[in-house]
């Protein structure tokens, strides 16, 4: 069973950056698709991107299109996420995400996913 440990979120002004990270432990990522989920106050959980079992693919969310990058380095077991010209829209606790299966393509929907982070707080003020 993975375990999923987020990092790097923070308070950041309207324009800033900020980089996530993905820690997994306990099974290796590199046969697997790897996913990010935010959820804002009074929402439900939502798909924010994706990166396919070999890295060739990636997934985004209309919302975070050409700002947010995912990518992978298999090497230490970590996954990314690159957010850009952040918006106060995008506040919301952020989530890693995997599936138990390998070599399985990615999903959008929360009752796919098997496991979850605890989630990090990212909070941006206008």
């Known amino acids: 069973q993975v375990q999923l440990v987020e990092s790097g979120g923070g308070l950041m002004q309207a324009g800033g950056s900020l980089r996530l990270s993905c820690a997994a432990s306990?099974?290796?990522?590199?046969?697997?698709?790897m996913e990010w989920f935010r959820q804002a106050p009074g929402k439900e959980r939502e798909f924010v991107a994706a990166?396919?079992?070999?890295?060739?693919?990636?997934y985004y969310a209309d919302s975070v299109k050409g700002r947010f990058s995912i990518s992978r380095d298999n090497a230490k077991n970590t996954v990314y996420l690159q957010m850009n010209s952040l918006k106060p829209e995008d506040t919301a606790v952020y989530y890693c995400?995997?599936?138990?299966?390998?070599?399985?393509?990615?999903?959008?929907?929360?009752?796919?996913?098997?496991?979850w982070g605890q989630g990090t707080q990212v909070t941006v003020s206008s």
């Open positions: 990166i396919s079992w070999n890295g060739g693919n990636t």
């Open positions: 995400a995997t599936k138990s299966s390998r070599y399985s393509g990615i999903s959008y929907r929360t009752s796919e996913i098997d496991y």
């Open positions: 306990r099974r290796t990522i590199s046969s697997y698709a």
